[in-house]
């Protein structure tokens, strides 16, 4: 069983950046993060498996990164809107997947408890 922790969220405006944390209590293949709002499926956001992904809607201003080391993923999130208010959650897997396999929350084992993203217009 692998334990995950994220750190990070707050309410920030419209065109503020935040940095999300996620730690695990062991080393995983795959780490991911998904988001979530009331009413919505959750959707993926970003993550390392077979390569780094990001989903359309937050290419160029999200970055994922990962510290082995520290068994440590980030998300920086820059140009933050409103859309991107939600729910944020870590995931992962001791496997490695394509494209479409981390799109779905289906395909990830481990789950963090998840951290709130407020982003005020």
């Known amino acids: 069983q692998v334990q995950l922790v994220e750190s990070g969220g707050g309410l920030v405006q419209a065109g503020g950046s935040l940095r999300l944390s996620c730690a695990a209590s062991?080393?995983?293949?795959?780490m991911g993060w998904f988001r979530q709002t009331p009413g919505k499926e959750r959707e993926f956001v970003a993550g390392?498996?077979?390569?780094?992904f990001y989903a359309d809607s937050v290419k160029g201003r999200f970055t994922f990164s990962r510290d082995n080391a520290k068994n440590t993923v980030y998300l920086q999130m820059n140009s933050l809107n409103a859309e991107d208010t939600a729910v944020y959650y870590c995931a992962a897997r001791n496997l490695i997947g394509g494209y479409y396999h981390v799109l779905s929350d289906d395909w990830w084992d481990y789950w963090g408890q998840g951290t709130q993203v407020t982003v005020s217009s």
């Open positions: 062991a080393h995983t293949a795959s």
């Open positions: 390392i498996s077979e390569t780094t």
